[in-house]
């Protein structure tokens, strides 16, 4: 064999590698085939609704228009100084931080509250109160507001009439601005379940080694539940309070069934996204209400980033290095 078939011999690859990168490139295409649908819709319903704000929080783009460049009016910064001179901007974000501030603790006391009653060996019928408690969670949303709306009625709802009974005037829960945030909130514990479900199957993941260590030790049921038990589960506890967090920063058709789209009684339950939802399409200023929304994403972004550098010194990790 001449010196030149032996170096062309040398330069073209075997057959097994050739077959190699074949069935690679023929997995990255089926690979790809397979997420298409998910890429598609994160283009379609992610990226670009996300890219169409910013764009139109540059201009005063009227909703009742057609959709074209020549009904884009580019106004600048202005839609963001209107913040500055808009009132119901701070109200709304007012209450719905007063809102935030009850609601994320109620969301997970009262549901980590069940997860330990539900976890307790010596509770009969333990699988009947799991559904029970978790049974709200699968009626629709508006179905619960609509309930609700009968429930707290001051004059027939039966935690009034259950009140009465009791010698207690109960309260116009809708009817009062002192009270409608604090009947939403009675309304949020209402879909409590699936964080209930999710805190209690971390309270069956704690070892048991490690709370009968304690109870050698000494430690008492709640010495071992605010020492073992929280840090073991405080993943959890963590991944919950981020949830309640942006779940009440979006916090929009209880209220806007109960309240109305002005908030009532008197803005008591006007929340900011009722705020966003009225000047996109009531006022069709959607320049302005991009605006409102890039601002709402910008406030969520801070409390989420706050939240996770306190995890990272706070949230206990087995296994993992601190």
Known sequence: MSSIDLASTRVQPSQGVRRTNYMRRNRMRWGIFFLSP????LVLFQLLPI???????????NATKAFSFENFNFVGLDNYARLFTDPTFGQSLGVTLRFALLAVPLG???PLFFAVLLNSKNLLGKNIFRTLFYAPTVIPVVAGAMIF???LNAQSGWINLLLKQLGI??????????????ALNLLSLWGVGNAMLILLASLQGVPTDVLEAATVDGANWFQRFIRVTVPMISP???YNITLGVINAFQYFVPAMLLGGRNGDPQGAT????LHFYREAFVFNEMGYASVLAIVLFVIVMIMTTIMFYWGQRQVYYAGAER
Request: proline share 7%.
């Open 108 to 110: 997970l006391i009262v």
């Open 236 to 238: 959890v506890i963590f």
């Open 38 to 41: 998910w890429l598609i819709g």
């Open 169 to 182: 005037q109960g309260p116009r829960w809708m009817a009062d601005p002192s009270w409608a945030l604090p």
């Open 149 to 151: 709306g009968g429930v």
């Open 270 to 273: 006007l929340f900011y996204n």
């Open 51 to 61: 890219l169409a704000t910013f764009f139109l929080s540059f201009t005063d783009y």
